[in-house]
């Protein structure tokens, strides 16, 4: 009965006879929520309720009970539940408690997503660069955000994403290295040319973001010019964000004059960690509390030799790896403090930083899909089968990650 009447509005539903079954049938694809009874044969519902919340924070759980059972229900929602329904149930009540629980859990992900993503630490630096952020979002002003792996630049462009005028509008993206093997082929150029084109167009009166820039070949290039170049400022205006790992120096060898010259002067750099203690203090206190939520962990202090360690360290990941280490320290910790014992395994010197990096934003050569199942592996095991927390260390949101587990088949050792 249930599984009728949710089919009949679309929703794509699953049916487990228990706990264990349920258990199985979450891991090996994405659910955005689960429908459960609290008295079930074996394990109860509340067992599921554990579960779930400790695999993924964020998928929605809603308990189905008897009227007799309503305290238990509402205990539930102490324990993390979405909400509760009491039998018989009522299908529009249902149907209106479930769009409830999910228009929550997509607020709550954006929340957890942004709050992790893009903040403002102390100092003149920063404070300069989140002026200039907001003087592109306030004008939607073309612009080149340049800055080495992990500095941010994905969520920079997010930020002024957010804060502009074309929020409530698209906001597309292309990637030079996400294309297959057969748009690379024979005919590798057109087809490329033609999805830019696909992709801004998409994008039209929002926002339009290029990863890269400096990867794009030549023919490409131009055309991004024209793009660039013949907008009218008209409902139809799409801002063009664009980005780079490589500075000016490198950048105006690889791209065209007239490119390079319309973006030189408004180009953003975002700062390196290198040598900012104040910073690095700043967003470690910022990701412990992020891990300690997503975690469930109550981590509250870091051994001051092992803080030392932090500040002297170099970050050439920057605030991806910064943010990596410390989801890794909670991860290991034991108690409430993260004390210096962890310093081997968080600091291992025979690793690259492109290794601790784990962004998926930040590989080049996507084509090499056996490099992006591996390194979805490697979020996976850091994060123990947390998929919410994984989705943060790679730098993606947790259905793009669903949908790569899907893609690539990636199993949890």
Not at 4 to 29: H, P, Y
Request: aromatic share 8%; hydrophobic share 40%; proline share 3%.
């Amino acid at each position: 009965m249930l599984k009728s009447w949710l089919v009949k509005r679309d929703f794509n539903v699953d049916i487990a006879t228990g706990v264990d079954q349920a258990k199985q049938m979450i891991k090996e694809q994405p659910f955005d929520l689960v429908l459960s009874d609290i008295r079930m044969p074996g394990a109860d519902g509340f067992a599921l309720l554990s579960w779930v919340k400790k695999y993924d924070s964020d998928m929605a759980v809603i308990m189905m009970t008897g009227f007799a059972d309503i305290e238990s229900a509402v205990e539930s929602m102490k324990s993390g539940a979405a909400d509760y329904i009491a039998k018989p149930i009522e299908p529009e009540l249902l149907f209106k408690k479930i769009d409830e629980a999910l228009a929550t859990q997509e607020n709550l992900s954006k929340n957890h997503q942004h709050s992790n993503d893009f903040i403002k630490p102390p100092g003149e630096v920063y404070k300069q660069l989140f002026d200039r952020l907001d003087t592109i979002s306030e004008n939607s002003a073309h612009c080149l955000i340049i800055g080495d792996r992990g500095s941010g630049k994905a969520s920079a462009v997010k930020y002024v994403y957010e804060k502009g005028i074309h929020y409530s509008k698209p906001l597309g993206t292309f990637d030079y290295n996400q294309f297959d093997e057969k748009a690379h082929g024979q005919n590798g150029s057109e087809a490329n040319d033609s999805e830019l084109m696909r992709a801004f167009k998409a994008a039209k009166g929002g926002m339009f973001c290029i990863n890269e820039i400096d990867l794009l070949d030549i023919n490409k290039q131009s055309e991004l010019l024209t793009m660039l170049t013949r907008q009218a400022r008209n409902d139809d205006y799409t801002q063009v964000i664009m980005t780079s790992e490589k500075h000016k120096p490198e950048l105006q060898k690889t791209l065209v004059p007239k490119l390079y010259s319309l973006l030189e002067n408004d180009a953003i750099l975002l700062p390196s960690l290198k040598g900012r203690e104040q910073e690095i203090a700043f967003f470690t206190l910022h990701f412990l509390k992020f891990a300690n939520y997503t975690l469930n962990k109550k981590v509250e202090h870091i051994e001051p030799a092992l803080q030392q360690e932090l500040m002297r360290y170099d970050w050439p990941g920057n605030i991806q790896e910064l943010k990596n280490c410390i989801i890794k320290a909670v991860l290991l910790s034991e108690g409430d403090c993260l004390h210096t014992e962890l310093i081997p395994a968080l600091f291992n010197k025979q690793a690259s930083a492109h290794d601790k990096t784990l962004s998926l934003k930040s590989i080049q050569g996507l084509r090499k899909e056996n490099y992006e199942k591996e390194k979805i592996q490697q979020a996976l095991e850091l994060a123990k089968g947390n998929k919410t927390m994984a989705a943060s260390i790679l730098n993606i949101d947790r259905k793009t990650l669903y949908n790569k587990i899907k893609l690539y088949n990636v199993t949890l050792h």
